[in-house]
C-alpha cells in the first residue's frame, strides 16, 4: 500500500486544486457570465463526446486493465498491446462515426429545446469524442504502467486552469462566445496530446505490432473481456451523462444548465475516490493474477473506511452551507435545490463501496460488472422517464440516487457471496453517527450576516469537531496517521 498510498495522496492534491479552481470556473463564474442555455450547451457537448469516446474504445479500456499483466514486459515492449489499443480504437471510432452521422440530426434539432445553440455548435462532438477517447485509452495504458499520476494531473488540473483563462477572456471580451466554445473544445482535446509526448518521452510508446505474441487463448480472452468491455463501459459513462441528454432532450439546454451546476456540487464528494480508484485497478488485478486475496481484502477495506469518511465529511460540509451555495448563484438556480440532495447522496453510496467495482471488473466474474452497470442504466433510464415528467430536474436526481442504491448494494453482495469480502464494521456506524452529530450542530449556528464568513466558520466547525472525533475514537488508522502527522508538522512550525 505504500506506493498507492503515495500517488495516491499527489493525486488528492492535483485533483483539490483543480477541483478548487472548477469551483471558481463553475460555481463562482460560469453563473454569472453565461446564461443558462450556454451552460448546457457546453456540458452537453462534454457528455455526448464521453458517450461516443467509450463505445468506440470497444470495451478495450477494461481489457487493458484485466489482461495487460499477461503483456508485462518492458524488454519486449509489452508485446506490442499499445499497437492493439490504439487501432482497436481507430476502428470503433470510424464505427461509431457512421452512427453518429445518421443520429446528427435528432441530437441538434430537439423540439423541447428553443435554443439554436446545439444546432450550431454540435459538430464539435465528433473532434472532442476523438481526442477524448485516445486521451482515455493512453490514460489506462499510463495506469497499467502504474504511472497515473500524468492523467490526473492533465484531467484534473490542466484543463480546469486552462478553462478558467478561456473564460476570462471570454468575460473581457477579447474573444466571442463562438471563439470561447472553439477554445473549449481545444482545451478538452489538449490532453491526448500531452499525454502521448508523455509517453514518447518515457520510451513507453510502442506502437510496433507483433501479433506472434498473441495465441488463440489470449485472443479469445481479450474478445471475451472487451465485449463485454463495451456494455460495461457504455453503460458506465451514459449512467454519469444519461440524466443531463434526457432532461435535454425533454426538458432544454436552459434545465440542462441548471441541472448541471447543482450536479457539479454534489459531484464534489466523489471526487477523492478518482485518485485511488484510478491508482489501485492495476494493483487488484496483478493481485488476482498472483491469487493474492489477502492484498485485495486490505485494499478493499482500507478504500472502503477512508472513503467513507471523507464522503460523510464533504456530504455535511455541502448540506451544512446548502443555503450558502444556492446564495452564491443567481437565482433560477433555486430549481437545483433537491438536486443537489440526491447527487450527493447518490456519490456517497459510490463513496462506501470503495473499490468494489474494481474487484469485480478485474476478477474472474469480469463479466458481472457488465450485467451490474446494463442494469444499473435501465433502471436509470426507466426512472428517469417516470421522475423526470412529474419532477423536473430534482426527478432526474433522485432516479440516480435509487438507481444507485440498487445496484451498489447487489455489487457489495455479490463480493461477499463469491469472494467472502465484506468490508464493513462498526466504525462505519460510528462514522455515521459522528457525521449526523457534525450536521446537526452545523444547523444550529446562526445565520452570520456575511455569506462568505458564514461559510468559512460553519465549515470550520464542520471539519474540526468531524475529524477530532473520527481521530478520537480511532475509526481509520490511516486518517489517525495522516492527522498524527499534520499535528507534528505544525508543532515544530509553532
Known amino acids: 500500500m505504500g506506493e498507492i498510498e503515495k500517488q495516491s495522496i499527489k493525486g488528492t492534491i492535483y485533483t483539490y486544486i483543480g477541483v478548487l479552481i472548477g469551483f471558481i470556473n463553475t460555481a463562482l463564474i460560469f453563473p454569472k457570465i453565461f446564461h443558462i442555455e450556454q451552460i448546457g450547451l457546453l456540458n452537453i457537448l462534454i457528455s455526448y463526446s464521453l458517450v461516443f469516446a467509450q463505445i468506440s474504445s470497444l470495451g478495450f479500456n477494461n481489457t487493458a486493465i484485466k489482461l495487460f499483466p499477461y503483456f508485462r514486459n518492458e524488454d519486449k515492449k509489452n508485446n506490442g ?35 439554436v445553440l446545439l444546432s450550431k455548435y454540435g459538430f464539435y462532438i465528433i473532434p472532442l469524442a476523438f481526442f477524448t477517447l485516445y486521451f482515455n485509452s493512453l490514460d489506462v495504458f499510463s495506469r497499467v504502467l502504474y504511472k497515473s499520476l500524468v492523467g490526473i494531473f492533465l484531467k484534473e488540473f490542466l484543463v480546469r486552469i486552462l478553462v478558467l483563462v478561456d473564460i476570462l477572456m471570454f468575460y473581457f471580451n477579447i474573444i466571442t462566445f463562438e471563439n470561447f466554445v472553439l477554445l473549449y473544445i481545444v482545451i478538452y482535446s489538449l490532453p491526448a496530446f500531452v499525454i502521448a509526448v508523455q509517453l514518447i518521452k518515457e520510451g513507453k510508446f510502442n506502437v510496433k505490432p507483433q501479433l506472434r ?87 478493499y477495506r482500507k478504500s472502503v473506511i477512508n472513503q467513507t469518511v471523507i464522503g460523510l465529511l464533504l456530504i455535511i460540509g455541502i448540506l451544512g452551507n446548502i443555503n450558502n451555495i444556492f446564495e452564491l448563484l443567481p437565482k433560477e438556480y433555486s430549481k437545483g435545490y433537491y438536486v443537489l440532495v440526491f447527487i450527493s447522496f447518490s456519490f456517497l453510496l459510490d463513496m462506501l463501496i470503495g473499490v468494489s467495482t474494481n474487484i469485480i471488473g478485474s476478477s474472474k466474474y469480469y463479466k458481472m460488472q457488465s450485467y451490474f452497470t446494463l442494469l444499473l442504466i435501465v433502471i436509470l433510464f426507466f426512472s428517469n422517464i417516470v421522475f423526470i415528467p412529474k419532477y423536473g430536474i430534482a426527478g432526474a436526481a433522485f432516479a440516480s440516487l435509487l438507481s444507485k442504491f440498487i445496484i451498489n448494494g447487489l455489487k457489495v453482495l455479490f463480493i461477499y457471496l463469491k469472494f467472502k469480502l465484506f468490508p464493513f464494521n462498526g466504525k462505519i456506524i460510528i462514522s455515521f453517527l459522528i457525521a449526523m452529530c457534525c450536521y446537526f450542530l452545523s444547523r444550529l449556528l446562526p445565520d452570520i450576516g456575511n455569506l462568505i464568513v458564514d461559510i468559512f466558520i460553519r465549515s470550520s466547525m464542520i471539519t474540526i469537531v468531524f475529524i477530532s472525533l473520527i481521530y478520537i475514537f480511532k475509526v481509520s488508522d490511516e486518517v489517525n496517521n495522516k492527522i498524527s502527522e499534520f499535528y507534528k508538522l505544525i508543532s515544530k512550525i509553532i
Open 81 to 115: 498491446f499499445l499497437f492493439i489499443y490504439l487501432l482497436t480504437a481507430l476502428v470503433g471510432f470510424l464505427l461509431v462515426l457512421v452512427v453518429f452521422l445518421f443520429i446528427y440530426p435528432y441530437i441538434v434539432n430537439n423540439p423541447n429545446d428553443s435554443s
Open 213 to 299: 505474441f498473441l495465441d488463440k487463448e489470449l485472443i479469445s480472452a481479450m474478445i471475451s473481456v472487451s465485449l463485454f468491455g463495451i456494455i460495461g463501459g457504455f453503460a458506465g459513462v451514459a449512467v454519469v451523462n444519461i440524466d443531463k441528454i434526457m432532461i435535454n432532450q425533454m426538458l432544454g439546454l436552459g434545465n440542462t444548465g441548471i441541472y448541471s451546476i447543482a450536479f457539479y456540487f454534489g459531484a464534489l464528494i466523489v471526487i477523492p475516490s478518482r485518485p485511488l480508484i484510478r491508482i489501485t485497478s492495476a494493483y487488484i488485478s496483478d493481485s488476482w493474477k498472483n491469487n493474492d486475496i489477502r492484498t485485495i481484502d486490505s485494499i
